[in-house]
């Protein structure tokens, strides 16, 4: 969802506003010392759909459809095709952007961008000194550009990354993970404004959080641009709805996010009077009251449902043990998939190998067992409430070693993006 475009569009009714949001993506390249096998895949597709109405009369303000088709050329080259249809106003828009990357070796990547209105050529260079930098130069409909980026994992769960555009824009984000508690600050730096956002989000159990955010812009003097505050309530294992308050510009917006898998569905609300206001406070606390009602009546205590999952993890795993292992053995003779190694947990602590008893899962067995047909997929979703899997630490990562026959492979993703092997 693009708030300046909302800002910029949402805010002509004089009654009610409304839109939606909706997003999905798969998993990125999986970074590996050795050729990958050849996949095509959809990393990414997103939709967004802003409406008005005033006095009973409907009007489209913003449309916009984005997919990214991503294809790996063998071990050295990818092509990514980003296809791009938008209207704004009755007029309508349509590009294509192809990239083609070279991956000199698994450090380095050459990039080259031919569109319509759009070319340039860049470099990628990844992991120096746990350190991945990117640069771009081009040009977009008759104008030169030259963009940077940085994005560096820093000691104790802390990420920095570092976006400028020169001569344009500056952007700056770092973030601090704790064990129940994450904040975050950027700060946007452009010609004529400069934005500081501050994000505060408190995990307060294993189906609730809450989050508090602010931008700040600088005019003249300091401004507050936007606050926003709200609650995300767990509804199912990959489903999540969120109600969230917003103050943007002077107007006060209610946004309803439904959340499931990789699948993000939102819908703002603009609260121009009183009785809708009301209203819209009355649906979010009736649906967030109905939700502690029920959860009164199933596992109250978090460190209890926690300690659960975890005795019917392990319970799981030593069930599968013997015929897992059996299993591994025939398939590594016969040259078939076998997961030789896979940590789900804290990123630092899986890259550094130490005190892997600690906020780190050993999921080998558990993979190994959703091997169907010599193939394994997961989803493009949190990956706590598979079996043999649950919730060590906020934002795990799930690495997985595998072999086929001679060819061996390693690959990192993230919770929430799916994969498939081979």
Not at 56 to 77: H, T
Not at 210 to 230: C, M, N, P, Q
Request: glycine letters at 6%.
């Amino acid at each position: 969802m693009q708030t300046e475009s909302q800002s910029q569009w949402g805010l002509v009714s004089s009654q009610f506003s409304s839109g939606i949001s909706s997003s999905f993506s798969y998993p990125k390249r999986p970074q590996s010392k050795t050729p990958e096998p050849k996949s095509l895949f959809i990393p990414k597709t997103r939709a967004e759909i802003f409406f008005s109405t005033s006095h009973g009369e409907f009007s489209l303000k913003w449309f916009k459809l984005q997919e990214i088709i991503k294809l790996d050329l063998g071990s050295k080259f990818a092509l990514d095709i980003g296809i791009s249809a938008y209207t704004r106003e009755s007029i309508y828009f349509a590009e294509v952007l192809p990239r083609l990357s070279y991956f000199y070796n698994e450090n380095l990547a050459i990039d080259t961008v031919l569109g319509k209105d759009s070319y340039g050529i860049g470099l990628r260079l990844f992991n120096i000194k746990n350190t991945d930098f990117g640069i771009l130069y081009g040009f977009s409909h008759g104008k030169s550009f030259f963009r940077a980026l940085a994005k560096k994992q820093l000691p104790n769960s802390v990420t920095l990354t570092i976006n400028a555009e020169i001569t344009r824009s500056i952007f700056i984000k770092t973030k601090k993970q704790f064990k129940n508690f994450k904040a975050s600050a950027d700060y946007d730096i452009r010609p004529h404004k400069k934005t500081l956002g501050l994000s505060f989000k408190k995990q307060f159990s294993c189906e609730s959080s809450g989050i508090i955010r602010a931008d700040i812009e600088k005019t003249h003097i300091f401004s507050v641009k936007k606050l926003s505050a709200g609650v995300g309530i767990e509804l199912g294992k990959y489903t999540k709805l969120c109600y969230i308050l917003e103050n943007m510009k002077g107007s006060l917006f209610w946004r309803i996010i439904f959340k499931h898998g990789g699948l993000n569905f939102q819908v703002p609300i603009k609260l121009e009077n009183i009785p809708v206001f009301i209203g819209a406070l009355a649906i979010g606390g009736a649906a967030y009251i109905t939700r502690r009602i029920y959860s009164y009546f199933t596992p109250k205590d978090s460190k209890i449902e926690e300690k659960s999952r975890k005795q019917s993890c392990m319970s799981f795993v030593e069930m599968i043990k013997n015929n897992v292992e059996t299993d591994m053995k025939n398939a590594k003779l016969a040259g078939r998939l076998v997961i030789t190694k896979a940590l789900y947990g804290n990123k630092d602590k899986i890259h550094t190998s130490q005190n892997l008893q600690d906020e780190v899962l050993d999921v080998t067995l558990a993979l190994n067992f959703m091997i169907n047909n010599n193939q394994i997929q997961l989803p493009p979703s949190t990956k706590q409430f598979l079996q043999g899997f649950y919730l060590v630490c906020e934002n795990p990562i799930l690495f997985i070693e595998y072999e086929i026959g001679n060819y061996r492979n390693v690959i990192i993703v993230e919770d929430n993006q799916g994969i498939i092997l081979p």
